[in-house]
């Protein structure tokens, strides 16, 4: 009885030596060549592609991807930490990343037949971008309610119309595109093709101007009598919606971890701050106020960590994971709001200016609790889940 009792599970927040190592290189990588750049691509609303480059000479485009398709071979928990560590220095960067990992390659893994998975993941792994395109400008947390028609034309498939608010539209090589075949027939008339950026009737729209993740670009896509040949179609005609859901349901752990590096980021730098600046002759932080702040924000930060590698390394042990992972994107991304705003409020009137790093990551805070669901849609799932 007491060896079960003391039969080890490791903590949740335990690394093994490789995935220390991993995120060590990402950290160094991220402080020496991202942290230089951040104002300027936030300014001009632009990423550095040299940046991308550097991205999949790291692997980190790649981090699911088998080694004999040319990625990293890492899991799922390690994209996770990937993200999270990038979005403690800039959330834009990090987003790119998660897009690419988590909704692309993860949807490929897993929709992807051996044509499309060796066509495509070798070139995901090596210089192409990839954006996941479900969203269109009447369909956003009503999500099936398609407006982008698919027809068949022989064994080809005909696409017309358009998506809205697309991550990676500027930079992306190719695209998973869902559009429906009825419009009558709800989600079941939803299928999903790859879309490659040179197909003839192909282009991108308009760039948003956005409050936050500026670097990161949000674009249309018009869709012109598209021609998608058969191979395309990703995976069975008529059920793109299941791969709609079940890619967004493991995709929102991803923004989970993007909303606790952004929190801790925050809180890194506003640690700092209240160390160094002075007021009654003292440093700030050793006001017991403003170290009650410090603490509270700190377990947030913890709370949201658990609920986000939680979900993650349910994910990875093939135990049913929706729940956790709404609860985490809820959380982390309700919580990097809260932890942001205080960390401007800590950095006093530097706070609201641009000399500081809070000022942007309380802006790109905000995104969280949108994308991949809004925070009312996650509300939903969880609650579905608990009167099943
Ligand atoms: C920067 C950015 C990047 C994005 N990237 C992508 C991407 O790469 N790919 C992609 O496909 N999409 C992307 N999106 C789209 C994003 O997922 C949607 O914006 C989001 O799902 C919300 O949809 P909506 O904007 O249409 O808002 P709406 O659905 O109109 O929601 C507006 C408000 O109404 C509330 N609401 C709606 N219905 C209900 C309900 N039934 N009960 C309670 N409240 C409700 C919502 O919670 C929200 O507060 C991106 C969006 C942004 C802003």
Redesign the pocket.
């Known amino acids: 009885m007491s060896k079960l009792l003391t039969h080890a599970r490791p903590p949740l927040s335990e690394l093994t030596e490789q995935e220390r190592m991993f995120q060590g290189a990402v950290r160094d990588f991220a402080a020496a060549e991202i942290a230089p750049k951040i104002r300027e691509m936030d300014e001009a609303a632009q990423m550095d592609p040299a940046l991308i480059d550097q991205l999949f000479e790291m692997g980190l485009m790649a981090v699911e991807i088998p080694e004999e398709h040319g990625g990293t071979g890492a899991d799922f928990f390690t994209s996770v930490l990937v993200v999270e560590e990038l979005s403690k220095v800039d959330p834009s960067i990090a987003v790119l990343v998660d897009?690419q990992n988590t909704?692309v390659i993860n949807a490929f893994l897993r929709w992807g037949n051996d044509d499309q998975q060796s066509r495509y993941l070798p070139r995901l792994a090596s210089d192409t971008v990839g954006?996941?395109?479900?969203?269109e400008a009447g369909?956003?947390?009503?999500?099936f309610a398609l407006a982008c028609r698919a027809t068949q034309d022989g064994d080809d498939w005909i696409l017309n119309g358009h998506?809205?608010?697309?991550?990676?539209g500027n930079e992306a090589g190719m695209f998973i595109v869902f559009a429906t075949m009825d419009p009558s027939a709800g989600y079941k008339g939803i299928t999903a093709f790859i879309v490659e950026k040179n197909f003839e009737g192909f282009s991108v729209g308009k760039k948003?101007d956005?409050l936050g993740?500026r670097a990161?670009s949000?674009t249309e896509l018009l869709f012109e009598n598209v021609r998608i040949p058969a191979a395309n179609v990703f995976g069975e005609v008529g059920k793109g919606y299941k791969a709609a859901i079940e890619t967004l349901n493991e995709g929102r752990i991803g923004i989970g971890a993007q909303m606790i590096g952004l929190a801790q980021g925050a809180l890194d730098h506003t640690v700092r701050y209240v160390q160094e600046r002075e007021q009654f002759g003292r440093a700030i932080g050793s006001f017991q106020g403003v170290q009650f702040q410090l603490a509270e924000m700190a377990t947030d930060i913890e709370a949201a960590r658990l609920l986000v590698y939680n979900a993650a390394r349910l994910k990875d042990a093939g135990q049913p994971f929706v729940k956790q992972a709404a609860m985490a994107k809820l959380f982390a991304s309700e919580s990097a709001q809260r932890v942001a705003s205080i960390c401007i409020d800590l950095h006093g009137g530097y706070g609201f200016t641009k000399e500081y790093p809070v000022e942007k990551l309380y802006r790109d805070a905000k995104?969280g609790t949108?994308?991949?669901?809004?925070?009312?849609?996650q509300k939903?799932t969880i609650a579905k889940a608990l009167m099943r």
């Open positions: 897009v909704l954006a996941y395109a479900l969203s369909s956003g947390s009503d999500a998506k809205l608010w697309i991550t990676n948003e956005k993740i990161s949000t995104i949108i994308y991949e669901g809004t925070s009312n849609m939903q």
